[in-house]
T-cell receptor
Framework: NAGVTQTPKFQVLKTGQSMTLQCAQDMNHEYMSWYRQDPGMGLRLIHYSVGAGITDQGEVPNGYNVSRSTTEDFPLRLLSAAPSQTSVYFC????????????????FGPGTRLTVL | EDKVVQSPLSLVVHEGDTVTLNCSYEVTNFRSLLWYKQEKKAPTFLFMLTSSGIEKKSGRLSSILDKKELFSILNITATQTGDSAVYLCAVEGWAGGTSYGKLTFGQGTILTVHP
């Protein structure tokens, strides 16, 4: 298993440009999520998905779109990049135990370091 | 709004020392608390605790949860330079609908272990 993969590893954008960060997992996990990590702020949830066709907003969703057309893929789109979106982005996945159980460990991808000039 | 606060924010020790990292939280419908270790890359899972008073152990690392006082501690005994990392605490809550499983992370504690 490759686990959770993310591409690209690094990206530099100019303000106003758009791009898509790719995330894929081969563990048949129902739950996938995107986080951003900024110095001194831990990880903050951007968007998450509990299964194909179902997405919802996290703590900091503004400026980002997601879709989940397959179980394996969960791309994150930056619509019009801003310097405030300079960050390290992590994708994560886990089994979805449903409302009756607690979440199992989340498996994180290697991250994408994004710089917006 | 769910909230997780870790302390201290940074800690410098020497090999062999014992350290205690703290995590306090406020969360709607608590489900679990998780500890992660992050070394210049993606976080890796350490522990998940769901029941108060249950201590998890893995080698030199151990963690306990107090659901009444809403905190957890992570202990590392006989520290080694390889323990140098950021330690992240996260809490899983449930706010209804499809929100189950959302993790709220603390700021992290930066641990530096000198030889």
């Amino acid at each position: 298993n490759a686990g959770v993969t993310q591409t690209p590893k690094f990206q530099v954008l100019k303000t106003g440009q758009s791009m898509t960060l790719q995330c894929a997992q081969d563990m048949n996990h129902e739950y996938m999520s995107w986080y951003r990590q900024d110095p001194g702020m831990g990880l903050r949830l951007i968007h998450y998905s509990v299964g194909a066709g179902i997405t919802d907003q996290g703590e900091v969703p503004n400026g980002y779109n997601v879709s989940r057309s397959t179980t394996e893929d969960f791309p994150l789109r930056l619509l019009s990049a801003a310097p405030s979106q300079t960050s390290v982005y992590f994708c994560a996945s886990s089994y979805d135990p449903g409302t009756s159980g607690s979440r199992n460990e989340q498996f994180f991808g290697p991250g994408t370091r994004l710089t917006v000039l | 709004e769910d909230k997780v606060v870790q302390s201290p924010l940074s800690l410098v020790v020497h090999e062999g020392d014992t350290v205690t990292l703290n995590c306090s939280y406020e969360v709607t419908n608590f489900r679990s608390l998780l500890w992660y270790k992050q070394e210049k890359k993606a976080p890796t899972f350490l522990f998940m605790l769901t029941s108060s008073g249950i201590e998890k152990k893995s080698g030199r690392l151990s963690s306990i949860l107090d659901k009444k006082e809403l905190f957890s501690i992570l202990n590392i005994t006989a520290t080694q330079t390889g323990d140098s990392a950021v330690y992240l605490c996260a809490v899983e809550g449930w706010a209804g609908g499809t929100s189950y499983g959302k993790l709220t992370f603390g700021q992290g504690t930066i641990l530096t272990v000198h030889p």
